[in-house]
C-alpha cells in the first residue's frame, strides 16, 4: 500500500512537531505501507523570504523568486528526511525536480504537467521512505519554477495520482474541513465527507483548507484527500467522489 501525506508550515514550525510528524510517518512504514511525504517550508519560512527579497530588490524577476523561494520547501526536506532517520528508518529527501515533476513556465504559478522518470519508485523499491519538498518543480528551460499559494497541496495530489496511492493525506492545523471557519464562529460544523465539487465551492467562497488546484487534480484523478489536524489525533474530513 502507497500513501502520501504533506505536511504543512504549522506542523513543521519547530524540532518538537517536526519530530511528531516524522513518528506518524514512520509508524505508517512500521505497519508495511510505502510513504510519500510532501513537506511545506517551516512555519513563516516563505514570508520571511519574501521580505528579505523585497529589501533587495523590491521588483526582483520571477524566475529568480522561484529559485529563491524553493530553497525553503528543500530545507524542511532535509530536516524531515534526518527526523525519519533519527527514528530509526532510512529516508531520502528529493527537491520537486530531483523526484522529476514538470510544470509549465509560468514562474510564481506554474502548473505541474507531469511526473518524469522513476526517482520516485526506485527509492521506494529500495525500503526508503521518500521526502518530497512542495510548491515546486522544472519548467522548460528547465527553470525551477513554484507552483503558487498553496502549491504544496498540489504537489501532494499530483503524487498521489501519478504514483496511484491509496490516499492522499493533508495534515494542517486544522481537524477537517468546516461549513465555516471554525476559528471565528464556534457552531461550524465539520463534514466527515464531502464531494470535490462541494469542496470547490467552499474554496470559490474563501475556504483556504486545501489548494483549489489540488481539488481539481484529485477529482481528475479520483484520489481521494483526507484532511486531518497534526495535532488532535482526531477523524478529519474525507474528500472525495
Given at each position: ?24 510517518v514512520t509508524g505508517l512504514a512500521q505497519q508495511g505501507a510505502q510513504v510519500v511525504v510532501v513537506v511545506s517550508a517551516q512555519g513563516d519560512t516563505t514570508d520571511d523570504l519574501i521580505a528579505a527579497a523585497r529589501q533587495v530588490n523590491p521588483r526582483g524577476s520571477a524566475r529568480e523568486m522561484d529559485a529563491y523561494l524553493a530553497a525553503g520547501e528543500q530545507l524542511s526536506a532535509g530536516l524531515m528526511a534526518m527526523a525519519i532517520g533519527a527514528l530509526g528508518y532510512p ?151
Amino acid at each position: 500500500m502507497l500513501i502520501v501525506q504533506k505536511y504543512g508550515g504549522s506542523s513543521l514550525a519547530d524540532a518538537p512537531r517536526l519530530l511528531s510528524a516524522a513518528r506518524r510517518v514512520t509508524g505508517l512504514a512500521q505497519q508495511g505501507a510505502q510513504v510519500v511525504v510532501v513537506v511545506s517550508a517551516q512555519g513563516d519560512t516563505t514570508d520571511d523570504l519574501i521580505a528579505a527579497a523585497r529589501q533587495v530588490n523590491p521588483r526582483g524577476s520571477a524566475r529568480e523568486m522561484d529559485a529563491y523561494l524553493a530553497a525553503g520547501e528543500q530545507l524542511s526536506a532535509g530536516l524531515m528526511a534526518m527526523a525519519i532517520g533519527a527514528l530509526g528508518y532510512p529516508a531520502v529527501s528529493l527537491t520537486g525536480w530531483q523526484a522529476g515533476l514538470r510544470t509549465d513556465g509560468i514562474h510564481g504559478n506554474a502548473r505541474i504537467l507531469g511526473l518524469e522518470g522513476d526517482r520516485i519508485r526506485r527509492e521506494l523499491d529500495q525500503g526508503k521512505i521518500v521526502v518530497v519538498a512542495g510548491f515546486q518543480g522544472l519548467g522548460p528551460g528547465e527553470d525551477v519554477t513554484t507552483l503558487g499559494r498553496g502549491g504544496s497541496d498540489t504537489t501532494a495530489v499530483a503524487l498521489a495520482a501519478f504514483l496511484k496511492a491509496q490516499v492522499c493525506q493533508i495534515f494542517t492545523d486544522v481537524d477537517g474541513v468546516y461549513d465555516r471557519d471554525p476559528r471565528r464562529y464556534p457552531d461550524a460544523t465539520r463534514f466527515g465527507r464531502i464531494s470535490y465539487e462541494k469542496m470547490l465551492r467552499l474554496i470559490e467562497n474563501g475556504a483556504q483548507v486545501l489548494h483549489d488546484r489540488s481539488v481539481e487534480l484529485a477529482r481528475e484523478y479520483m484520489i481521494p484527500v483526507e484532511v486531518l489536524s497534526s495535532f488532535t489525533g482526531a477523524p478529519g474530513t474525507i474528500v472525495g467522489p
